[in-house]
């Protein structure tokens, strides 16, 4: 297929770029995968969608305040950074710009607390800086850093924790599950009581998410990777879910991604960590997820393209062409749809 093929056309204000006041009250497109039909609802309908016996996977990634802005100590020079990976205890793989400000041997304070050497310049142009810090780094980062918000997103956001899932809590990933953005604590508990397994994983985003496909055939598209664990506690509520003929749904491409890939590299759901570069596309086949949860994802996406091999094409943008014919909200902080 080409990329060509998953291309809709957007309008602009249609890319939400605040967060609703109340995280579930954004409307949700519902798509059955067996008749294609459409029904609009919103997100706190979600339980007209589930049975007791059903599993719902949630990513309990954390967003880092990986965005951080640091003054270069000899020139005065500003470069803004964006922590992307930790290679030891201070020592982190970042995105620079502007680069050319960044070479190796330059030193940054981002703060009275928090000081940066550049010890690499990386073939991707990525830099890896070896922190100074005085004090607990994460503590210290939530102090100085903003949110590494989608370059889509243009408003300031004036509550950090509205870019975090209401049960985040493993620190790691530079972009938050936005699938889960919608749920609150209470309705949580209200799916626990209504017999609901809610459980979890750990994905934690790269930026490479948000990265386009530039080959024509998507075939040849090259994935980023990603770190991924799966518990002992949610593979074996997953395998008693199946076992009992219930169903697993996912909330978000990021639990997709992690449950896939855990049936294809083992054969089965099973207790384990790992990388993930798994790119789902039309034509493949689904070993675990039976609905997913998730936002609307921008056109020529890997993510349409995972959406679209698990509703199916035609009926994937038949759904999108609707979604922008009803006006919902796209993207981070848009409104969600369910496939089931």
Same mark, same amino acid.
């Given at each position: %297929? !080409? ?15 605040? =967060? ?21 609802? @919103? ?8 049975? =007791?016996?059903? &599993? ?18 000899? +020139? ?12 030891? $205890? ?7 710009? =502007? ?48 949110? =590494? ?37 209470? %309705?949580?508990? !209200?799916? !626990? ?30 994935? @980023? +990777? ?14 008693? +879910? ?7 749904? &996912?909330?978000?491409?990021?639990? &997709?991604?992690?449950? #896939? ?10 207790? &384990? ?15 675990? $997820? ?14 349409? %393209? ?19 014919? #009803? ?9 969600? %749809?369910?496939?089931?």
């Amino acid at each position: %297929m !080409k990329k060509s093929d998953f291309y809709f056309d957007l309008p602009e204000e249609l890319i939400a770029q605040t =967060p609703l006041s109340q995280r579930d009250h954004s409307r949700m497109m519902v798509l059955s995968r067996e008749s294609g039909e459409v029904t609009h609802r @919103h997100f706190y309908d979600l339980f007209d969608y589930l049975k =007791p016996g059903d &599993c719902l996977v949630l990513n309990d990634t954390r967003v880092l305040p990986a965005r951080i802005f640091g003054t270069r100590t000899d +020139t005065g020079a500003v470069v803004e950074f964006v922590l992307l990976k930790q290679k030891e $205890m201070l020592v982190w793989e970042c995105i620079a710009g =502007p680069g050319k400000k960044a070479k190796t041997g330059t030193s940054f304070k981002f703060s009275d607390k928090l000081f940066a050497d550049v010890i690499d310049v990386l073939p991707d142009g990525n830099r890896v800086l070896n922190f100074k810090c005085n004090g607990e780094f994460f503590a210290v980062l939530d102090e100085v850093g903003q949110m =590494p918000l989608p370059p889509y997103i243009k408003a300031k956001l004036e509550d950090k924790e509205r870019y975090q899932t209401v049960y985040s809590r493993e620190l790691g990933s530079a972009a938050a599950p936005t699938a889960g953005l919608h749920f609150t604590k209470e %309705m949580l508990q !209200k799916l !626990k009581d209504k017999g609901i397994r809610v459980e979890y994983v750990t994905l934690h985003v790269g930026l490479g998410t948000f990265r386009p496909v530039k080959v024509d055939n998507i075939t040849d598209h090259k994935m @980023h +990777t990603e770190h991924y664990e799966m518990p002992q506690r949610t593979a074996d509520a997953i395998n008693e +879910t199946k076992k009992n003929g219930g169903r697993v749904f &996912c909330v978000g491409t990021t639990s &997709c991604r992690t449950v #896939e890939s855990v049936a294809n590299t083992y054969g089965k759901i099973c207790a &384990c960590s790992g990388e993930t570069g798994i790119f789902i596309y039309p034509g493949y086949e689904f070993k675990c $997820m039976d609905g997913i949860i998730t936002n609307f994802h921008l056109p020529e996406s890997t993510l349409i %393209m995972l959406v679209s091999a698990f509703a199916g094409y035609e009926s994937t943008l038949s759904a999108y062409k609707m979604a922008v014919e #009803e006006k919902y909200r796209f993207f981070s902080f848009g409104d969600a %749809m369910l496939i089931v």
